[in-house]
């Protein structure tokens, strides 16, 4: 593990010397659609000469990971949890949850839509032990709603957007994420709020890396990328 480590922290000396090297990201779904690509657009644009290699997983797995070396940066929805004392985090932006549904599905005509309508289709959730499903299994339960037998549960986006173009399903996805769908085409989403349940897009890294130089430009690099987003209205 040292050894992955040296060469973890060699890798961030080339990008601040200009040569080729390798930039390693854990990327969570939240993030994937969002972050990733303007962030490849932003790196392309600086003076920086990089190969990045972009894996996606979930928290626990991509935490494995960083540890080791295999990873110099997480990118996706923070923890709800405390972080323990080895890593640090910051956050780049809000992104509230939304209820999703396929172009075209009957409940985009349905007047009066209330959260009961919504007992009587499938479901997509995340799947449980996630940050995101315990939120949501906490605000099904104030809101008197149950969760339908008829469901699926994934934490991977593409089979998300898959599953829900498809059927009569109804998802439930972060804004920025739902939105890019629905401007393709492919989603809609309806006008119901689920209060309190959103995510907290961040960055996670390890504490003994928070001084290197490299690491603090590409985290500068990524609320560039928000910053954008945001003037972008995206």
């Known amino acids: 593990i040292l050894t992955d480590m040296d060469d973890a922290h060699g890798e961030m000396d080339d990008i601040l010397q200009g040569r080729v090297t390798r930039l390693a990201l854990g990327v969570l779904p939240a993030a994937a659609i969002t972050m990733v690509p303007p962030f490849v657009a932003r790196l392309e644009a600086s003076s920086v000469a990089v190969s ?90 104030q809101e008197g709603l149950v ?32 939105e890019h769908f629905a401007r393709l085409g492919l989603l809609h989403l309806l006008p119901l709020q689920v209060n309190n349940v959103g995510l907290h897009v961040g960055l996670v890294w390890l504490r003994q890396r928070e001084r290197e130089s490299a690491l603090q430009q590409i985290r500068a690099m990524f609320h560039e990328v928000v910053s954008q987003m945001e003037r972008a209205g995206g």
């Not at 929805?77 to 405390?82: D, K």
Request: glycine content about 8%; charged content about 20%.
């Open 147 to 178: 969760i339908p037998r008829r469901h699926v549960e994934s934490v991977s986006t593409l089979t998300n957007v898959g599953v829900l173009s498809k059927t009569e399903s109804v998802g439930f996805m972060a804004r920025k994420v739902a």
């Open 52 to 141: 990045l290699s972009v894996q996606e997983g979930t928290m626990d797995s991509l935490l494995l990971r960083l540890r080791a070396g295999d990873l110099d940066l997480l990118v996706g929805n923070l923890p709800h949890r405390t972080l323990d004392a080895d890593l640090v985090s910051e956050g780049l932006y809000e992104d509230p949850l939304e209820c999703v549904v396929r172009s075209g599905h009957p409940l985009q005509e349905t007047s009066g839509l209330n959260w009961k309508h919504m007992q009587q289709w499938p479901m997509l959730l995340p799947p449980p032990g996630t940050s995101t499903r315990r939120a949501m299994d906490e605000w099904f339960t």
